[in-house]
């Protein structure tokens, strides 16, 4: 019976996918819609409209902005769950738990992440800071930030790891990313423009230029913290998991 | 001649991914995978996809790898074992 539900379910999932798929314009169809409209607009009119020399910022962080959100937002309510399973209540009662045995590892891995992590974290900050203008994003150094933390935490332990980063900051920077994308999109509000639309017709006339940079800079940093957060915080939970059942 | 290049990393993912779902030490498949994604990251870059390259050596090289080396750590390391 169960199977035969899943089975059933799993057969309209597939055939509302293919429906979908179906109902799309074909690859290399000359006049579907976004090659008539929006392509030719965004770069024809992406510079001027959304003020990025790159067109891929331009449509993740203006016009399609508010899709991006979303996406900040899925990630978000997946993490949620992942801490309901995970991290169960242990929250609050952050360094009861926590590794305190010690791990030996050899001089030669210390060395190579003391060497390494400092040279990660400035080509992060390179990615994120040349990100806005040409080719990568915060996403990119947001992981590699995430990946450089994980790296000290398996080299030291993670006593040391929770030492330093509180488990309230952890909270902190995974809520963070949203937190910048509602005040962006508000702040876009009150100067005139669509909640997070910076490109149209709000801010056609004015002379925002620099306060639109900024705008969308916050916005793809962002995405960075909250990618940060939500590697570092699954890690650590999965670490710590161990530890209370030994 | 990169095409040369371009085969070559090629043939490693097919043989990589092969060698992964035919190992029976799971933390050799786990790390099998990693050097999978390193490869694909590679090919990425000679696509003319250095961000996305750069996004897939931090997430599967990187987090995804240390994900499974938990899970094995915390379950078995050998497939046949319960």
């Given at each position: 019976m169960k199977k035969v539900a899943l089975i059933l379910a799993l057969a309209l999932l597939a055939g509302a996918l293919l429906y979908a798929v179906a109902r799309m314009p074909r690859m290399g169809d000359a006049g579907s819609p976004d090659k008539t409209y929006a392509v030719p607009r965004y770069i024809e009119r992406g510079l001027e409209e959304a003020g990025n020399r790159s067109i891929p910022n331009d449509v993740f962080l203006n016009y399609r902005a508010y899709d991006t959100m979303a996406g900040v937002v899925a990630l978000f309510a997946a993490l949620c769950g992942a801490m309901v399973v995970l991290d169960r209540g242990r929250r609050g009662s952050s360094m009861a738990g926590f590794d305190r045995r010690?791990?030996?590892?050899?001089?030669?891995?210390?060395?190579i992440a003391i060497v390494l992590v400092p040279?990660?974290?400035?080509?992060?900050?390179?990615?994120?800071?040349?990100?806005?203008?040409?080719l990568g994003y915060s996403l990119q150094s947001g992981t590699m930030i995430g990946g450089a933390i994980i790296l000290l935490?398996?080299?030291f332990s993670l006593l040391e790891t929770s030492r330093r980063l509180r488990?309230?900051?952890?909270?902190a920077f995974e809520s963070a990313g949203l937190a910048?994308?509602?005040?962006?999109?508000?702040?876009?509000?009150?100067?005139?423009?669509?909640?997070?639309?910076?490109?149209?017709?709000?801010?056609?006339?004015?002379?925002?230029?620099?306060?639109?940079?900024?705008?969308m800079y916050v916005l793809d940093l962002g995405i960075g913290v909250s990618a940060a957060g939500i590697i570092t915080s699954v890690i650590f939970s999965l670490m710590r998991e161990g530890e209370f059942e030994q | 001649m990169l095409w040369i290049l371009n085969l070559i990393l090629l043939v490693l993912l097919l043989g990589i991914s092969t060698a992964v779902v035919f190992m029976k030490d799971l933390l050799v498949a786990a790390v099998l995978l990693s050097g999978q994604g390193l490869m694909m990251a590679l090919l990425w870059t000679r696509l003319g996809a250095p961000d996305l390259a750069l996004i897939y050596v931090a997430l599967v090289v990187c987090v995804s790898t240390m994900m499974l080396v938990i899970a094995i750590n915390r379950t078995s390391r050998d497939e046949d074992e319960p």
């Open positions: 010690g791990v030996s590892s050899s001089v030669m891995l210390r060395t040279l990660t974290v400035m080509f992060a900050a390179f990615v994120s800071l040349m990100g806005v203008n040409t935490t398996l080299v488990p309230g900051l952890a909270v910048m994308f509602l005040a962006v999109g508000l702040l876009g509000v009150v100067l005139g423009a669509h909640f997070l639309t910076l490109s149209l017709p709000g801010f056609a006339g004015k002379n925002v230029q620099v306060e639109r940079a900024i705008m | -």
